[in-house]
């Protein structure tokens, strides 16, 4: 990843890499799958670390705790935005790679987390959103 705000996932992905022999460095480069990253940022890995007594960097988590954040953070196919965000009032369930889903809501665009934690979800185009951790899911 060649941007600055994602040490922390490239970092992360190394890690179960290292650890588990997960192979997702792999997955997500051989170009032949198609995967939808809800990449966290560096704020946001840095905010998981600030909520967890002892913790300062990834390598102080369980590597198996990393592996479940990260496929909780990827869903099969390319997404577009707009198969992401909800119309109106409408709410979207979407499934990772975790097994697990997250709700997409509208017109608040805040999803609940795999640790309790909101997002807000911004459509930047019909391709691609952002989406940042909020304090609280008060928030939005």
């Known amino acids: 990843i060649d941007n600055p705000d994602f040490n922390e996932l490239v970092d992360a992905l190394t890690y179960v890499d290292t650890a588990m022999n997960a192979g997702l460095v792999n997955l997500f480069l ?5 995967y939808t ?5 560096d704020a946001a890995f840095q905010a998981l670390y600030a909520g967890i007594p002892n913790v300062d960097e990834i390598t102080d988590l369980p590597a198996n705790v990393v592996l479940n954040v990260l496929l909780y ?3 099969e196919g390319r997404r577009a ?10 709410t979207k369930n979407i499934e990772t ?11 608040a665009f805040v ?9 807000k979800i911004e459509k930047t185009s019909s391709q691609s959103c952002r989406y940042e951790y909020l304090q609280s899911c008060k928030e939005f």
Request: glycine share 6%.
């Open 97 to 107: 790679l975790l097994g697990t889903n997250f709700t997409v809501v509208n017109p």
């Open 111 to 119: 999803s609940a987390d795999l640790v309790g934690l909101c997002c």
């Open 73 to 75: 953070h990827v869903v």
């Open 81 to 90: 935005a707009n198969s992401v965000v909800p119309r109106n009032n409408a």
């Open 37 to 41: 990253v809800f990449a966290p940022t």
């Open 30 to 34: 051989n170009g032949t799958d198609q």
